[in-house]
């Protein structure tokens, strides 16, 4: 009888408990009533690099091909010297010819000679130009693109707005004077072989030996004497591929692009740089999708890799250091971002937020949050800010021996309060 008498006092006082609390909410139309948020599930802010990026399919190709063309008009065809397959130096004979006219040829050499002579001299003024400006004047004109003579030269100077600004115009003239002596020692190596064919056709009178103009790998030689007669690509390698439309708007030159080699036991991965971007689709209708080519340049050392192969490409469009994130579960979407934070006086906090890159369900925040911080996860019902949050007892710290040793009338205070506290 006693414990029927207690089961029915305990499903009594629970009925009652149930209703009280039901009736406290339907009457409290203003919300009143101080309320507690019971939160299960919550995560914190953290600070991690974040980036992000676009996927591409790339395929490696030669980073240059030289067509090499034979006049006809000049003479009849010898013979070839290399094969397709075979690697050649710069210098190095390709093919001979006999010329039909000794007087003609020998002329259009020694003018072809003069116009590269006057051509490197005027690189070589160039290059005297640029080391002789000063930091100022590369700073005001941010460029080099001269005249052939003196005349033109931008020598105002203006103050650097900002404390780095003398490196970058540093730079700038090294990246000019780096190119134009790449040029010059092009310019050099067309001269002294134009330079020996006159000396061939001076010692024979009448064959010539056409050398290699650059380095690289023999990939096609014409058997019929048809344009071009060879191509030679070089031996650096670069990465193609296209981009579609969405993808075009947001990639720029000088981006790095993480290369990742497909169909290997052992993935090869490689870092480059989005060298170009075509600024033309090569499909332009518009029932097909837009895709522009894109070069990605890779390094030297890619021992191994040989055009044709395939890879993944990762192009990053942008990227933030020890960014501070939280995980997406914790960002709502409303109007405006904002997550539900738990502050260490045990209230709940409506924060609106400021957000930036996404990376893998990471989320950047700019503002609305510093530092470390304690978010809601699950769902966000019966949240209002700025009033108290209660979590799950956590049982791996809860002693039960420790309880009971509490005094009766503290332990059945606690009960109470419990029941009773919203």
């Known amino acids: 009888m006693k414990n029927n008498l207690r089961k029915r006092l305990w499903l009594a006082g629970l009925l009652l408990f149930v209703v009280t609390n039901s009736i406290l909410l339907y009457v409290d139309a203003d919300q009143k009533i101080d309320r507690k948020s019971y939160i299960s599930s919550w995560s914190g802010t953290f600070t991690d690099d974040l980036q992000e990026s676009l996927n591409i399919r790339g395929v490696f190709a030669a980073a240059e091909s030289s067509p090499l063309y034979f006049d006809k008009s000049q003479g009849s065809f010898g013979e070839f010297f290399v094969e397709t397959g075979d690697e050649v130096t710069e210098g190095d004979d390709l093919y001979t010819y006999q010329v039909d006219d000794y007087e003609k040829q020998s002329e259009d050499l020694q003018l072809e000679a003069d116009k590269l002579q006057e051509e490197i001299t005027a690189i070589d003024t160039y290059i005297q130009q640029v080391e002789s400006m000063s930091i100022e004047s590369v700073e005001a004109s941010g460029t080099f693109d001269f005249p052939s003579s003196a005349e033109g030269v931008n020598e105002e100077e203006e103050e650097p707005q900002e404390q780095d600004s003398s490196a970058v115009a540093q730079i700038i003239k090294e990246e000019a004077i780096a190119e134009k002596e790449k040029e010059r020692t092009q310019k050099e190596s067309q001269l002294a072989m134009v330079q020996g064919q006159l000396e061939q056709l001076t010692s024979t009178g009448q064959t010539i030996t056409v050398q290699s103009p650059v380095s690289g790998v023999v990939t096609d030689r014409s058997e019929n004497l048809s344009d071009p007669l060879l191509t030679i690509s070089s031996t650096d390698l670069l990465v193609k591929g296209e981009l579609r439309e969405e993808q075009r708007k947001a990639a720029e030159e000088d981006m790095t692009a993480k290369i990742t080699l497909t169909e290997e036991n052992d993935p090869v991965e490689l870092e480059g740089t989005v060298d170009n971007i075509h600024p033309f689709s090569k499909n332009i209708d518009a029932n097909r999708v837009s895709q522009y080519p894109v070069e990605i340049t890779v390094p030297k050392e890619a021992e191994g ?76 019902n019966q949240f209002r800010s700025g009033t108290p949050f209660i979590t799950p007892i956590d049982t791996d710290h809860l002693h039960l021996k420790q309880l009971m040793k509490q005094p009766a009338s503290v332990i059945k205070e606690n009960i109470y309060l419990g029941l009773l506290n919203r």
């Open 305 to 380: 890799v040989l055009p044709g192969y395939h890879a993944e490409v990762e192009i990053i469009t942008d990227e933030s250091a020890d960014a501070l994130a939280v995980l997406e579960p914790a960002l709502k979407t409303g109007e405006n971002p904002y997550v539900w934070q738990m502050t260490t006086d045990g209230l709940l906090l409506y924060k609106e937020v400021e957000t930036g890159l996404t990376d893998d369900g990471r989320i950047e925040i700019l503002n609305g949050i510093k530092g470390t911080a304690k978010l809601a996860v699950e769902s966000e």
